[in-house]
């Protein structure tokens, strides 16, 4: 039976910032999911995906302040896994891909000679193969180079990692995706994204110190072999271990797969913020061309109002020079032309439009 403890909200919000799920998993006996749903349920914030890809490169975003809460949470109790007991997760993503991978037919086992090797292989065999010589083989060297896959092994290490390399790029063709060389790096494409991929030997260092009291540093093959996915925040390496990478093809091939299907839901969900962004932005606009319209409107009504003043002035003006008996041509002449500038008189004369009486108005009654 396992033993059991008990945390504080505070004390499982610093665990789960400090370690991933499935690490936790390993230490309390529940599972990554379990953990997640009593997160949830106490209100403790969870780091978004891919932060713990960051950690590992000192790029990760802080840990938050833990959220308060108005209702009293009663301590967690969680049972501790016994010594050397493992968490085995059977429903992540990659296993699940994995486990797929392996049970669709494809044939996962590793060729004895290069006589059935993809091209592009059988191309960076003869690449690695081929000594330079400007005078008799340049073209056919940088021919074969432009045509190669990025592998970085030792001389002894060579037929072995190619033929784990051939096995690789097969699979993912069997399956669909397009393996392509571009300015020497090796690509996986799919549904329109793609990454890079690459074999490397692991090299260890030695340091003797030269003449000069200054250490040298002497890296020599480990013939430990790598596959990496990816540089930066992304990369993601398979290296020989306890497991050899012969044994690890399907989880390779299902990481690149997954990963493939990541970038394509970043794209779109790129694409889906763009054009939220543009629709907020045409609404933006739209509110402010009815604003600036608006705003005109106001200024007409203004522009109106003063001029509605004036010419009401003038028209008391012109009943003061009618008392005082001016000529009837000139009070007529007068009351027509104080009708150029009324707003309320609209109609059209064959003397002044409306648009030019506007123009004179401006340009009189400033």
């Keep these: 039976m396992n033993l059991k403890t008990t945390l504080t909200r505070k004390e499982l919000f610093n665990e789960v910032w400090t370690f991933p799920l499935t690490k936790l998993a390993n230490k309390y006996a529940i599972s990554d999911t379990g953990l997640r749903k009593i997160c949830v349920k106490n209100n403790i914030p969870l780091p978004k995906s891919g932060h713990w890809s960051k950690?590992?490169?000192?790029?990760?975003?802080?840990?938050?302040?833990?959220?308060?809460?108005?209702?009293?949470?009663?301590?967690?109790?969680?049972?501790?896994?016994?010594?050397?007991?493992?968490?085995?997760?059977?429903?992540?993503p990659l296993l699940i891909r994995q486990r797929e991978i392996e049970s669709s037919g494809v044939d996962l086992f590793i060729e004895k000679d290069f006589r059935k090797a993809d091209p592009?292989?059988?191309?960076?065999?003869?690449?690695?193969?081929?000594?330079?010589?400007y005078n008799k083989n340049k073209d056919a060297y940088f021919s074969a180079r432009d045509n190669s896959i990025g592998v970085d092994?030792?001389?002894?290490?060579?037929?072995?990692?190619?033929?784990?390399?051939?096995?690789?790029?097969?699979?993912?063709?069997q399956r669909g995706h397009e393996v392509f060389v571009r300015n020497s790096n090796t690509y996986v494409k799919s549904n329109g994204e793609e990454i890079d991929f690459r074999m490397r030997e692991k090299q260890n260092a030695s340091f003797t110190e030269n003449d000069y009291g200054w250490k040298d540093r002497t890296l020599t093959p480990s013939g430990r072999l790598i596959i990496q996915m990816e540089y930066g925040y992304w990369c993601k390496e398979w290296i020989d271990k306890k497991q050899p990478l012969e044994n690890q093809i399907s989880?390779?091939?299902?990481?690149?797969?997954?990963?493939?299907?990541?970038?394509?839901?970043?794209?779109?969900?790129?694409?889906?913020?763009?054009?939220q962004e543009e629709i907020q932005r045409e609404i933006k606009a739209q509110k402010a061309a009815i604003r600036e319209a608006e705003l005109e409107k106001i200024k007409q009504l203004f522009s109106n109002?003063?001029?509605?003043?004036?010419?009401?002035?003038?028209?008391?003006?012109?009943?003061?020079?009618?008392?005082?008996?001016?000529?009837?041509?000139?009070?007529?002449?007068?009351?027509?032309?104080?009708?150029?500038?009324?707003?309320?008189?609209?109609?059209e004369d064959k003397m002044l439009n409306i648009e030019d009486r506007k123009k004179l108005n401006k340009e009189i009654l400033m």
């Design 153 to 173: 092994v030792s001389v002894e290490q060579r037929r072995r990692g190619l033929l784990i390399i051939d096995r690789v790029v097969k699979l993912l063709k």
């Design 251 to 275: 989880k390779i091939i299902a990481n690149m797969e997954l990963r493939l299907e990541e970038k394509k839901q970043e794209r779109i969900g790129r694409e889906e913020r763009r054009k």
């Design 55 to 92: 950690a590992k490169y000192g790029k990760a975003p802080k840990q938050p302040k833990i959220p308060p809460i108005k209702e009293v949470i009663k301590p967690i109790e969680l049972g501790v896994r016994k010594t050397g007991e493992k968490y085995i997760p059977t429903s992540t």
């Design 120 to 133: 592009l292989v059988k191309s960076t065999k003869q690449f690695l193969e081929m000594k330079l010589n």
């Design 305 to 347: 109002f003063e001029t509605w003043k004036k010419v009401k002035e003038m028209r008391e003006y012109i009943t003061v020079l009618e008392a005082n008996n001016h000529s009837s041509d000139y009070i007529q002449w007068a009351k027509d032309r104080v009708d150029w500038f009324d707003p309320s008189v609209m109609k």
